[in-house]
T-cell receptor, first 113, second 111 residues
Framework: NAGVTQTPKFQVLKTGQSMTLQCAQDMNHEYMSWYRQDPGMGLRLIHYSVGAGITDQGEVPNGYNVSRSTTEDFPLRLLSAAPSQTSVYFC????????????FGDGTRLSIL | DQQVKQNSPSLSVQEGRISILNCDYTNSMFDYFLWYKKYPAEGPTFLISISSIKDKNEDGRFTVFLNKSAKHLSLHIVPSQPGDSAVYFCATNTNAGKSTFGDGTTLTVKP
């Protein structure tokens, strides 16, 4: 009963490096999203997907890429890491439809030096 | 412009008393409102929700009230327990993949 699994849990990068944050869900949810949470702030939407092959931008998409080739997986790619991308990243999934609650992973804590 | 606002960053209550967490929103077109609870080093977990066509929803010790004319909702926890100490986020949901969150309120319940 894994739910939403995010890897890695922690990562330190140097400015300019690229990396992929992994997210997988085993609940057959159609919708998946990526958020970032900065200290003292709420969750801000980076990118989201309403199904395999369909993605769209959220509130803060710059510097990030996503793709959704399967229902289960929704990786987030940092193209060229910047210190401003230091944050905690959460992946979430839900069934389709308004009002459906999202299920979150435990987050990836990312530091960019 | 922040569409969902939680104006109280923190709240401290005594065990057994009522906790009231507040949330204001700007867009009257929002269809659903949800509350999530978050412990340190964990992801948020869903707590309770309310449709915009209702004014109250209750689940055990948790009740959410919606005042559409004031664009305000509140979460009541009665009685409060030390295990309720966490960060509470208010969120709106017009599309299940695209929610908007408030900045959160840290609730501390003192034994």
């Amino acid at each position: 009963n894994a739910g939403v699994t995010q890897t890695p849990k922690f990562q330190v990068l140097k400015t300019g490096q690229s990396m992929t944050l992994q997210c997988a869900q085993d609940m057959n949810h159609e919708y998946m999203s990526w958020y970032r949470q900065d200290p003292g702030m709420g969750l801000r939407l980076i990118h989201y997907s309403v199904g395999a092959g369909i993605t769209d931008q959220g509130e803060v998409p710059n510097g990030y890429n996503v793709s959704r080739s399967t229902t289960e997986d929704f990786p987030l790619r940092l193209l060229s890491a910047a210190p401003s991308q230091t944050s905690v990243y959460f992946c979430a999934s839900s069934f389709s439809g308004v009002g459906q609650p999202q299920h979150f992973g435990d987050g990836t804590r990312l530091s960019i030096l | 412009d922040q569409q969902v606002k939680q104006n109280s960053p923190s709240l401290s209550v005594q065990e057994g008393r009522i906790s009231i967490l507040n949330c204001d929103y700007t867009n009257s077109m929002f269809d659903y409102f949800l509350w999530y609870k978050k412990y340190p080093a964990e992801g948020p977990t869903f707590l309770i929700s309310i449709s915009s066509i209702k004014d109250k929803n209750e689940d055990g010790r948790f009740t959410v009230f919606l005042n559409k004319s004031a664009k305000h909702l509140s979460l009541h926890i009665v009685p409060s327990q030390p295990g309720d100490s966490a960060v509470y986020f208010c969120a709106t949901n017009t599309n299940a993949g695209k929610s908007t969150f408030g900045d959160g309120t840290t609730l501390t319940v003192k034994p």
